[in-house]
């Protein structure tokens, strides 16, 4: 063989080697990107669901995703999911995963699942004034104002009004029956999420205050992005009017004048002035005439 017959040769099959690597590397590639990219359906929020939301057909559906990233929990069946109960807000297209609903087999309410760890639900009655008509809805922002009689003064009418409780999440609304005057009447209600220690707070300032009078609670609405906290002084029915201060009645007094008869004082009378004497002869008449001294 010769020479340049046996360099062909060899370049022949370096390009056939060069062509079978490049082969089996792209088929290797392409199988790894295929399993890489491969999307199954799993349940998602066909709409948004507050906490306390029943699922079923007409608020779930099924959504593609990545094989390789599904979240942990996640629900391939959507049929396994109804009447199952969120504890969490979903928005719509959100995944729905078990850490989401309320745990299978488990007695009583959603509120249990609702108050974060190391806080406390309180419930308060409230009437539609003290809750700002209504406007009041979960998550919520409010500021708790509480009016009692004044603690230490004697006048069991004289009260003030303080915030005591600031930028405390609502977790609940809703209504409650009581009796009033032998009837069945609806309250609304407002549950507050608390710290045990502002629980506490709240509690005793709504019980019985001095002379067997309840405190009355008044609920401020904030803006969601306000969380600034305030501090007040408290107001009372004095301050509320300016600071004016009650003054006695002006009594008008008419003056009478009376003429009293003043005692008559003497007048002393003038000093006497020396005098002298002077015997004038004049003509053949005699007389005498007086000259003041000087």
Known sequence: MTRPSTLTTVTVLALLFAACASFLAYNYLSQQAGNS???????????????GSKLDASNIKLADWPKDALPAGCYRDAQALTQRVVVRPLSAGD????????PLNISGGIMAYMVPKGHRAVTVAVNEVAGVAGFITPNSRVDVVLTTPRPGSSDDREYISKIILQNVPVLATGQVTEQKEGKPGVVPTVTLDLAPEDAEKLIVGIGIGSGGKKGSLQLLLRNIIDVAAIDTKGATV???LGGAETRPPTVVTRAVSQ???????????PPRQAKYSMEVIKGGAKFVREFAQD
């Open 37 to 51: 990219y491969q999307r199954v359906a799993i349940v998602s929020a066909a709409v948004d669901l507050p906490i």
């Open 95 to 102: 995944i729905v995963t078990e850490n989401k609903l309320m």
């Open 238 to 240: 004095s301050k509320a």
């Open 259 to 269: 003429r009293r008869s003043a005692p008559r004082v003497s007048a002393a009378p």
